[in-house]
């Protein structure tokens, strides 16, 4: 499930599905491999500079369309504040409920946690999501 992105992957994986290339389109892809877990206000707040005609929306589609390829996934927690991230590693998540950053954390004891999910083999798990949440290192000193 390991799969590392890069701007050329992406861009000929978006070819490889149809999608059309627009500079707007690589922008989007430019600032997820860029910023981490960033908000589609805050991609969009990045490009207009570059792109002055840019929409709200047209980010947004953007970002529906890389999920539906499955290059990005949403990090669901209420659809205003929902986060992005390109969906190249399996891991979990930590929010700080101080700074509001999110931290990746790497997955352990993965297998008791599939045993979990799929009730021990009955069930077919095709995702899994697991977010911690607290006070970070830095907002705890
Ligand atoms: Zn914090
Ligand atoms: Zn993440």
Redesign the pocket.
Known sequence: MAVIWSKESIVARMKEEGLRITPQRIQVVELLLELP?PTADRIYEAMVGKFPHVSPTTVYSTLKLLIEIGIARE?ANGSKSSRF?LAETD?W?FRCRLCGR?F?LEPDNRESLMAAGTDHGRFQVDGCRVEFYGVCAMCRE
């Open positions: 877990h990090l991230e891991h998540h999110l990746n």
